[in-house]
């Protein structure tokens, strides 16, 4: 949880160039990986990375987090390392002051992602037609409890809303891959929520 700034691998990470930039970054090394001293990303790409996450404050609301984006190691995909790496980033911004955390995804996948990190559907998107999820900071105990978290909307773990979020994928030309996952998570509904990584 720095301000750092480090190259990926465009090879075997997506988004590798949005790390180069300073700003907030959380990383999943790999096991027995020493990362303390990152090599300057004009250099040499950073190693033993399985996952990254930038994020920043909003620019108008100082109790709100953007997470924007989590990029995990291709040959780790499906293993949940994106959902807990989001979930520890959630949990300790609790302790830098912030009160809600947003992400913005750009297909199901990544929206069922966070979903088992605890975000859900807010029924917005920006302006680019990234579907927007939000959750609180700190921990999930009281979403694991219930679906329904009462008046506030933004926070409605229900079906309805998750369905609502993969409908508005459905409704654009998706790949065969996307539409089939949508397909099997609508039917499914939400995701459990994932743990918190120790």
């Given at each position: 949880?720095?301000?750092?700034?480090?190259?990926?691998?465009?090879?075997?990470?997506?988004?590798?160039?949005?790390?180069?930039?300073?700003?907030?970054?959380?990383?999943?090394?790999?096991?027995?990986?020493?990362?303390?001293?990152?090599?300057?990303?004009?250099?040499?790409?950073?190693?033993?990375?399985?996952?990254?996450?930038?994020?920043?404050?909003?620019?108008?609301?100082?109790?709100?987090?953007?997470?924007?984006?989590?990029?995990?190691?291709?040959?780790?995909?499906?293993?949940?390392?994106?959902?807990?790496?989001a979930?520890?980033?959630?949990?300790?911004?609790?302790?830098?002051?912030?009160?809600?955390?947003?992400?913005a995804?750009?297909?199901?996948?990544?929206?069922d992602?966070?979903?088992?990190?605890?975000?859900?559907?807010?029924?917005?998107?920006?302006?680019?037609?990234?579907l927007v999820?939000?959750?609180?900071?700190?921990?999930?105990?009281d979403?694991?409890?219930?679906?329904?978290r009462?008046?506030?909307?933004?926070?409605?773990?229900?079906?309805?809303r998750?369905?609502?979020?993969?409908?508005?994928?459905?409704?654009?030309?998706?790949?065969?891959?996307?539409?089939?996952?949508?397909?099997r998570?609508?039917e499914?509904?939400?995701?459990?929520?994932?743990?918190?990584?120790?």
């Amino acid at each position: 949880w720095e301000s750092v700034a480090f190259r990926l691998d465009h090879r075997r990470f997506a988004y590798a160039g949005k790390f180069v930039v300073p700003g907030g970054k959380a990383v999943v090394p790999e096991p027995g990986a020493a990362i303390d001293a990152l090599p300057d990303p004009h250099d040499d790409y950073a190693r033993g990375i399985l996952a990254a996450a930038a994020f920043s404050a909003d620019r108008t609301d100082p109790t709100t987090l953007w997470l924007r984006y989590i990029t995990v190691r291709t040959d780790r995909h499906g293993e949940g390392i994106g959902p807990r790496l989001a979930v520890f980033v959630a949990d300790r911004a609790a302790n830098e002051g912030f009160e809600e955390v947003r992400i913005a995804v750009n297909n199901p996948f990544a929206y069922d992602a966070v979903y088992k990190a605890g975000f859900t559907y807010t029924g917005t998107s920006t302006g680019i037609a990234e579907l927007v999820c939000a959750r609180p900071t700190g921990a999930l105990d009281d979403l694991r409890a219930g679906s329904d978290r009462g008046p506030d909307e933004d926070r409605d773990r229900s079906a309805v809303r998750y369905r609502a979020g993969l409908d508005a994928y459905r409704e654009r030309e998706l790949p065969p891959a996307e539409r089939a996952f949508c397909e099997r998570a609508r039917e499914r509904g939400p995701p459990p929520i994932v743990d918190a990584p120790t």
